[in-house]
T-cell receptor, first 114, second 113 residues
Framework: EPEVTQTPSHQVTQMGQEVILRCVPISNHLYFYWYRQILGQKVEFLVSFYNNEISEKSEIFDDQFSVERPDGSNFTLKIRSTKLEDSAMYFC????????????FGQGTRLTVV | GEDVEQSLFLSVREGDSSVINCTYTDSSSTYLYWYKQEPGAGLQLLTYIFSNMDMKQDQRLTVLLNKKDKHLSLRIADTQTGDSAIYFCAESNPGGGADGLTFGKGTHLIIQP
């Protein structure tokens, strides 16, 4: 069964450093998403990406964040100058098309900022 | 803005039915979803319901939607230890093609032997 894969599963970084979280969406999917889940809190939408550009982003997704699909298979989330409050589980998801089709989620990357 | 609320914990005995409830605020939501998250795992879609339906059944799972009250429930019949997980209610954000999801905080389902 096709799946979304995320690497690394756990990343520890020092405050102020840049991190790149990587995702390989399902190969024929067109819509890509990043979500985050701070421990004990809701899963929050960050950004959606379609046709090589951002479709929608939440208030959380400020200038510190950026996304890229550099090579047609990977979908990355870059966090510049990480803060302690960026510590969370980050989930990537992809969809074949918009509407009711299932969004497939990856296993998540746990980011710990120290 | 959109908001989705769920109770944080539900404890049931093995073999009983579990009913997990959710309320949402956005009346223009088109689809409502139930996701399951097992420890250390990602989010697995269990089922979804279109907003013009009021019930959907899939094996042990029954979803009920009361659109007037903006209330969604997930019933799991004959609850097993393998059902122990966090269950997230989510709604699709209307408008635009990107339709990201708004999630609740999740309900921890605890199974007692």
């Amino acid at each position: 069964e096709p799946e979304v894969t995320q690497t690394p599963s756990h990343q520890v970084t020092q405050m102020g450093q840049e991190v790149i979280l990587r995702c390989v969406p399902i190969s024929n999917h067109l819509y890509f998403y990043w979500y985050r889940q701070i421990l004990g809190q809701k899963v929050e939408f960050l950004v959606s990406f379609y046709n090589n550009e951002i479709s929608e982003k939440s208030e959380i997704f400020d200038d510190q964040f950026s996304v890229e699909r550099p090579d047609g298979s990977n979908f990355t989330l870059k966090i510049r100058s990480t803060k302690l409050e960026d510590s969370a589980m980050y989930f990537c998801a992809s969809k074949g098309r918009t509407g009711n089709t299932e969004a497939f989620f990856g296993q998540g990357t746990r980011l710990t900022v120290v | 803005g959109e908001d989705v609320e769920q109770s944080l914990f539900l404890s049931v005995r093995e073999g009983d039915s579990s009913v997990i409830n959710c309320t949402y605020t956005d009346s223009s939501s088109t689809y409502l979803y139930w996701y399951k998250q097992e420890p250390g795992a990602g989010l697995q879609l269990l089922t979804y319901i279109f907003s013009n339906m009021d019930m959907k059944q899939d094996q042990r799972l029954t979803v009920l939607l009361n659109k007037k009250d903006k209330h969604l429930s997930l019933r799991i019949a004959d609850t097993q230890t393998g059902d122990s997980a966090i269950y997230f209610c989510a709604e699709s954000n209307p408008g635009g093609g990107a339709d990201g999801l708004t999630f609740g905080k999740g309900t921890h389902l605890i199974i007692q032997p």
